[in-house]
C-alpha cells in the first residue's frame, strides 16, 4: 500500500498550490516573452567621401576639394511580432575615434517601420573643419582615415496595439575610409 492518501483535503490543498504556481508561472513566461524588445541593428553603409579619393584628387588641390560625404544609413528591426516608432534621427559625424573634430550633422525625419523590417535611407553631408590634411596623409600610405558617426534617436515599441514608452536610441559607428574614398573591404562600388 502507498504511504500516500491523494484523496486527502491536505495533499488536495497542495496539489491546487503547484496547479496555481504553475499557471502563474505560464502566464509570467507569457507576458514576459510578449513584452520583450530587442533594439534595432544600425550601420553606417556606403559612405563615400570624395575628398579622399585619390583619382579624383590627384593635385590635392584644396580649394577644388569636394568636401562632401555620402553615406546610407540602415535600421533593422528583428523583432517579429512588434513594430518601432522612430522620432527623428540625428547623425553626428566625428573625425577620428572621439568627438574631438566634429565635422557635420545630418537628420533624418522619424518613421515607423513594420515587423521584421529593414530601412535604407541615403544622405549627404558637407563637411566643416575636416582636417582634410591629417586624413589625405593617412589614406596616401596604405592605412585608413577613420570617422565617428553617432546614430541618436527616441523609440518606441508597438505591442499589437498599443506604443511603449519612449527609449534613448544611441549607436556609435566606426568608418574607415581609404584612399579610394570608399568604406575599406565590400561595396568596392561604393556611388549610388
Ligand atoms: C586650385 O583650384 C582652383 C579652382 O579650380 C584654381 O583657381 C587654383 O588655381 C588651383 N590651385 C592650384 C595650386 O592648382
Ligand atoms: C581624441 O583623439 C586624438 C587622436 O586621435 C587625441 O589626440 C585627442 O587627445 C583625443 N581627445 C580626447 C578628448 O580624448
Ligand atoms: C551638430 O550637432 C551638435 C550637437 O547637437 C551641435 O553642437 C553642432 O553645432 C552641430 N554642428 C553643425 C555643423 O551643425
Ligand atoms: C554638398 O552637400 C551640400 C549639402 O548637402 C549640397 O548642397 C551640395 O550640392 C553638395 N555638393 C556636391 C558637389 O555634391
Ligand atoms: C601612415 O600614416 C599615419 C598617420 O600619418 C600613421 O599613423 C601610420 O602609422 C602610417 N602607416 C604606415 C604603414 O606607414
Known amino acids: 500500500?502507498?504511504?500516500?492518501?491523494?484523496?486527502?483535503?491536505?495533499?488536495?490543498?497542495?496539489?491546487?498550490?503547484?496547479?496555481?504556481?504553475?499557471?502563474?508561472?505560464?502566464?509570467?513566461l507569457i507576458l514576459w516573452l510578449s513584452l520583450r524588445t530587442t533594439k534595432p541593428k544600425c550601420s553606417i553603409r556606403d559612405v563615400y567621401v570624395r575628398g579622399l579619393d585619390k583619382s579624383v584628387n590627384s593635385d590635392n588641390n584644396v580649394t577644388r576639394r569636394d568636401k562632401n560625404i555620402s553615406f546610407q544609413l540602415n535600421v533593422k528591426n528583428e523583432m517579429k511580432e512588434?513594430?518601432?516608432?522612430?522620432?527623428?534621427?540625428?547623425?553626428?559625424?566625428?573625425?577620428?575615434?572621439?568627438?574631438?573634430?566634429?565635422?557635420?550633422?545630418?537628420?533624418?525625419?522619424?518613421?515607423?517601420?513594420?515587423?521584421?523590417?529593414?530601412?535604407?535611407?541615403s544622405g549627404m553631408i558637407e563637411t566643416s573643419n575636416m582636417p582634410w590634411d591629417g586624413a589625405t596623409k593617412a589614406?596616401?600610405?596604405?592605412?585608413?582615415?577613420?570617422?565617428?558617426?553617432?546614430?541618436?534617436?527616441?523609440?518606441?515599441?508597438?505591442?499589437?496595439?498599443?506604443?511603449?514608452?519612449?527609449?534613448?536610441?544611441f549607436v556609435e559607428n566606426k568608418v574607415e575610409i581609404d584612399d579610394t574614398g570608399c568604406k575599406g573591404l565590400v561595396p568596392r562600388k561604393c556611388i549610388g
Open 139 to 169: 589614406v596616401s600610405n596604405g592605412s585608413k582615415a577613420v570617422f565617428r558617426v553617432d546614430v541618436s534617436s527616441r523609440i518606441k515599441y508597438k505591442i499589437t496595439f498599443w506604443y511603449t514608452k519612449k527609449h534613448d536610441y
Open 1 to 28: 500500500m502507498s504511504d500516500y492518501d491523494f484523496s486527502s483535503s491536505k495533499n488536495s490543498c497542495a496539489c491546487h498550490c503547484v496547479k496555481l504556481i504553475v499557471s502563474l508561472g505560464v502566464t509570467a
Open 82 to 121: 512588434k513594430g518601432v516608432r522612430y522620432d527623428d534621427i540625428t547623425l553626428n559625424f566625428y573625425y577620428g575615434t572621439n568627438t574631438s573634430y566634429p565635422i557635420g550633422n545630418f537628420t533624418f525625419d522619424g518613421f515607423k517601420q513594420g515587423k521584421d523590417k529593414e530601412a535604407f535611407k
